[in-house]
């Protein structure tokens, strides 16, 4: 998910750098730029990557599907 939300934030905010960015400034990047999405709750999205054994309940991974679908929706 990360990886498609860089790719799309490059044409609309090519300034930005928003593929460096990581962690909290990243969730908060995004954030800044839909807060409707609420993705700075999405820590998954920081940290899921190095988890051992990343593991979401249905309601965590439903959450995650709607914040980045909104957010999507609002730019693209």
């Known amino acids: ?4 939300l860089k790719r799309l934030c490059r044409e609309p905010y090519p300034t930005a750098n928003s593929h460096q960015l990581n962690g909290r400034a990243w969730l908060a990047f995004l954030d800044s730029r839909c807060p409707a999405a609420g993705l700075t709750r999405c820590m998954v999205l920081v940290d899921g990557p190095y988890r051992p054994r990343c593991i979401l309940t249905a309601e965590a991974a439903e959450d995650l599907q709607k914040a980045v679908d909104t957010w999507i929706r609002k730019h693209v």
């Open 1 to 4: 998910l990360n990886a498609l």
